[in-house]
């Protein structure tokens, strides 16, 4: 006796049969990952990261990466066969899926919020952090940063933050954001990728397509974790029109008839509605609850992102996604008569419930948690700007035979709110602020406050802030005291730390030459030089130690190579007129002090030494000339006199 054949239920949804190949290739994106980490953990270097994020270097230093080529093929692809990469590549997105599936297993089937206002927060995201930099510097008049490529690195995890906060961050933008905002709620209201992916996807022929097989039974909007309403769109288009489709096939799948597919065709703009009376849905949000959510995710993105130097982001982004609905949320128990939430009734007939109770007492807490943390933004923004009139000192303050650099008034008070502000950080701060001492060390070098420099320099390296910098301004506090053991000291562990750093050999070079260990100082020199190329800096130094070591000679070469990089380099043109005319090459060192005088004219030494060239060529009434200059500007000057008095012929 045969078996009856069980029928399913006649509106019962099927299973999608791509959400598991969709799933098995999610899995294999995390399995290269993995790869490429455990890859670079143990070679110790490695492609630099495969993530659009990366791609943002471009603009803010000229890096051309794996990541932007990665991010670059990939919009170039959506255009042509719509947005795939975000439902079958993005690691987030199988974050938020995962999220999604564990909620519905426990009944609460997540509810896009749908606003009017946040969907624009992607695409300021996008220009913010891709495009933002390089305006600004067109807007400012810098220059913009030449091109360079870095496909491969020894610090792979810089720019990622660290295990704690990028959990957080999982957490946040993955399971909250879909709890709160729905299914692929990053996605619509944060994620910076997805604004320009929702973009190429515009011009893509390759679409969800429909045929006349279609029953408008709406299973494919029933299965879409995208938020797109399927079966309007292909009713009214043939197709789905909404950027916002992943092109996961859940849809395709799942359709009873088999009306549905993925294929070329035209376009959505050359395509009208069939039915031109369309009714446009109605907000689900009055303009009043947009403008509470815009302003609530506007006030939490700024006091949050870079809060305590550890707020990255895309954190941020997905934080304020969050506080924006639970705010509107609490706003409209004050306006609305019944309201509920995930099957929670907070409202009913006027009267707040039990649940609503502790909404408000949880979001009263946290609103605490958040003024604080406003005020110590406020102060961290303050602290910036004088940081950031600070830092246009940064080579002078890195060069240790430089002289503290004569601030403006305006600049002094700036630097000095700064430093103000971020003490107001130290004394708030719930914790420790990463690169706070970093930065007042910075700021107390230039306001010449030397303990503090050192407080604040040695508690950054201990947090690992900017270490080579930080050993250096305690190199230049010592070699300001002429503690000369205590600058060299300093100075190797600068190069230590971090050995690309330039100005660190150049500082340890220059230290090495005045404590006499000249060997020393021409083989750091050296080393420089065939590691970072042929810079004026190097050049001239080159030439100090072969002067300081007799080899005149020698010296010779390398002021000729400084003047040759940068022919307005005083001390290098003045020191090859030096070595000339040590070497009797008296006419050529003649040409390099009149030279040295048209950029420095009322350096009076300058004119005695090419007074003695002139003397030594035998036209004295020139060098006459030049002596009395040098006793104008200098009159105190003994040599200047002596040399007068014997072309005067008094002697």
């Known amino acids: 006796m045969s078996k009856l054949p069980v029928l399913e239920p006649k509106n019962r949804i099927r299973r999608s049969r791509s959400t598991r190949w969709r799933a098995t290739l999610l899995i294999l994106v995390h399995v290269v990952i993995a790869a490429h980490i455990t890859h670079w953990l143990v070679r110790g270097r490695t492609i630099t990261p495969v993530e659009p994020s990366e791609a943002a270097a471009l603009a803010t230093s000229g890096v051309v990466n794996a990541g932007l080529v990665f991010f670059a093929v990939t919009i170039v692809l959506t255009a042509i066969f719509g947005r795939f990469f975000c439902g079958w590549g993005c690691h987030l997105v199988a974050l938020q899926d995962l999220s999604r599936a564990l909620l519905e297993k426990f009944g609460r089937k997540p509810k896009p919020l749908r606003s009017r206002l946040l969907i624009w927060v992607p695409p300021i995201a996008f220009v913010y952090a891709f495009l933002w930099p390089a305006i600004y510097r067109l807007w400012a008049g810098l220059p913009m940063p030449s091109i360079r490529f870095e496909f491969t690195t020894e610090h792979f995890w810089a720019t990622f933050p660290g295990w704690f906060i990028g959990g957080l961050t999982f957490v946040i933008c993955g399971f909250l954001a879909i709890y709160f905002l729905g299914a692929k709620g990053f996605c619509a209201y944060a994620c910076p990728y997805g604004a320009i992916f929702g973009a190429a996807e515009r011009l893509s022929p390759m679409r969800i397509r429909v045929t006349d097989a279609c029953a408008a039974c709406g299973h494919c909007t029933a299965v879409c974790t995208s938020n797109v309403r399927v079966h309007e769109e292909v009713r009214d288009f043939g197709m789905v029109v909404d950027s916002g489709c992943m092109k996961c096939l859940d849809c395709?799948?799942?359709?009873?008839?088999?009306?549905?597919?993925?294929?070329?065709?035209?376009?959505?703009?050359?395509?009208?509605?069939?039915?031109?009376?369309?009714?446009?849905?109605?907000?689900?949000?009055?303009?009043?609850?947009?403008?509470?959510?815009?302003?609530?995710?506007?006030?939490?993105?700024?006091?949050?992102?870079?809060?305590?130097?550890?707020?990255?982001?895309?954190?941020?982004?997905?934080?304020?996604?969050?506080?924006?609905?639970?705010?509107?949320?609490?706003?409209?128990?004050?306006?609305?008569?019944?309201?509920?939430?995930?099957?929670?009734?907070?409202?009913?007939?006027?009267?707040?419930?039990?649940?609503?109770?502790?909404?408000?007492?949880?979001?009263?807490?946290?609103?605490?948690?958040?003024?604080?943390?406003?005020?110590?933004?406020?102060?961290?923004?303050?602290?910036?700007?004088?940081?950031?009139?600070?830092?246009?000192?940064?080579?002078?303050?890195?060069?240790?035979?430089?002289?503290?650099?004569?601030?403006?008034?305006?600049?002094?008070?700036?630097?000095?709110?700064?430093?103000?502000?971020?003490?107001?950080?130290?004394?708030?701060?719930?914790?420790?602020?990463?690169?706070?001492?970093?930065?007042?060390?910075?700021?107390?070098?230039?306001?010449?406050?030397?303990?503090?420099?050192?407080?604040?320099?040695?508690l950054a390296i201990e947090r690992g802030d900017l270490a080579s910098d930080m050993h250096q301004l305690v190199g230049r506090e010592a070699y300001e005291a002429r503690d000369l053991p205590g600058a060299l000291s300093a100075f190797e562990k600068a190069v230590a730390v971090n050995p690309d750093d330039l100005w660190a050999r150049i500082n340890l070079g220059v230290v090495q030459t005045e404590s006499g260990d000249l060997q020393a100082a021409q083989a750091t020199f050296e080393t420089a030089q065939r590691e970072f190329g042929d810079t004026v800096t190097l050049a001239y130094n080159l030439g100090l130690v072969a002067a300081y070591s007799g080899r005149f000679m020698d010296a010779a070469g390398p002021f000729a190579r400084a003047v040759e990089l940068d022919s307005r380099h005083?001390?290098?043109?003045?020191?090859?007129?030096?070595?000339?005319?040590?070497?009797?090459?008296?006419?050529?060192?003649?040409?390099?002090?009149?030279?040295?005088?048209?950029?420095?004219?009322?350096?009076?030494?300058?004119?005695?030494?090419?007074?003695?060239?002139?003397?030594?060529?035998?036209?004295?009434?020139?060098?006459?000339?030049?002596?009395?200059?040098?006793?104008?500007?200098?009159?105190?000057?003994?040599?200047?006199?002596?040399?007068?008095?014997?072309l005067s012929g008094l002697f």
């Not at 039915?275 to 700024?302: D, I, M, Q, T």
């Not at 002090?593 to 004219?601: C, T």
């Open 570 to 646: 005083l001390p290098a043109r003045e020191n090859l007129a030096g070595m000339l005319a040590t070497m009797g090459r008296l006419e050529e060192a003649l040409e390099h002090y009149l030279m040295a005088i048209e950029m420095s004219p009322n350096d009076a030494q300058t004119r005695l030494l090419a007074a003695r060239v002139l003397d030594g060529l035998g036209r004295r009434d020139e060098a006459l000339e030049q002596v009395r200059e040098a006793l104008r500007l200098a009159p105190g000057m003994p040599e200047a006199k002596r040399l007068e008095a014997e």
């Open 252 to 458: 395709v799948s799942v359709c009873p008839n088999g009306a549905l597919y993925y294929g070329f065709g035209p376009l959505p703009w050359a395509v009208k509605p069939k039915n031109s009376k369309r009714k446009a849905r109605r907000p689900a949000l009055s303009w009043v609850e947009e403008g509470v959510a815009a302003g609530a995710f506007v006030a939490a993105f700024f006091t949050f992102r870079g809060l305590y130097g550890e707020i990255p982001f895309l954190m941020a982004l997905g934080l304020s996604g969050v506080l924006a609905f639970l705010v509107l949320l609490c706003a409209q128990l004050l306006t609305r008569a019944n309201l509920s939430f995930k099957g929670w009734s907070l409202k009913r007939g006027g009267k707040l419930q039990r649940p609503a109770l502790g909404l408000l007492a949880g979001m009263t807490l946290f609103g605490v948690f958040w003024v604080h943390s406003g005020i110590v933004r406020y102060h961290t923004y303050r602290g910036d700007a004088g940081y950031r009139t600070a830092k246009a000192w940064e080579t002078m303050l890195l060069d240790v035979v430089s002289t503290q650099p004569l601030l403006a008034e305006e600049d002094e008070r700036s630097i000095e709110r700064g430093y103000e502000s971020f003490e107001r950080v130290r004394e708030l701060g719930l914790i420790g602020t990463r690169g706070l001492n970093a930065k007042m060390a910075w700021q107390a070098a230039l306001l010449e406050r030397g303990d503090a420099v050192e407080r604040h320099a040695e």
